[in-house]
């Protein structure tokens, strides 16, 4: 491709690397999300049970459940990191997980992450300390966004760590005060 043609299309490389990450981005999203989802058989039964998968997770612990989101959103990272570490260490707030999470969900006719989310407080209320879910939810994903950027920006080696998942999952549930089962 001519470079005069390339940059009709893009203003600069950071662009390119920006649209690469963008594709990468949504396919693994949606990989993840349908991973949540059970195999299925035929077009009907997709439908029928489309949301089952995410209603599985959210019907198992809340552990588990938060478990599985912070794996989700560190695997992503982690993956988005390994394309090219310093790229994404700089522009990863460019690539909004949680956004590209809602437009692939939104796409297989699934809840938002921000309207799932205060639903799994709401099934484990009688483990809670919090009283406004909504409030609380909000505090608990951007709290999780925090750390995730924190990660990627400064100590991309703890996307590797398991015990950074383990910690990010504790300081959750330290904040939501959860009782044990």
């Known amino acids: 491709v001519n470079i005069a043609s390339l940059y009709q299309y893009f203003p ?74 310093e790229f994404y260490g700089r522009y990863n707030r460019m690539f909004d997980l949680l956004t590209y999470g809602d437009k692939q969900a939104v796409a297989l006719g699934l809840p938002l992450f921000e309207e799932w989310f205060p639903t799994l407080l709401e099934r484990h209320r009688a483990r809670l300390r919090v009283v406004d879910l909504p409030l609380a939810s909000l505090l608990a994903i951007r709290a999780m966004e925090g750390a995730l950027r924190f990660a990627v920006e400064e100590r991309p080696d703890l996307l590797e760590s398991e015990a950074f998942q383990e910690e990010l999952l504790a300081l959750l549930l330290r904040f939501l005060e959860v009782r044990p089962a």
């Open 12 to 85: 600069n490389k950071e662009a390119i690397v920006a649209a690469v990450y963008a594709t990468k981005l949504a396919s693994d999203v949606e990989a993840r999300i349908l991973e949540c989802q059970p195999k299925l058989a035929t077009d009907v039964e997709a439908e029928v049970l489309k949301t089952r998968g995410i209603e599985n997770v959210a019907n198992g612990s809340l552990e588990d459940a938060l478990r599985v989101v912070i794996q989700g959103y560190v695997s992503l990272s982690r993956r988005l990191s390994r394309l090219n570490a």
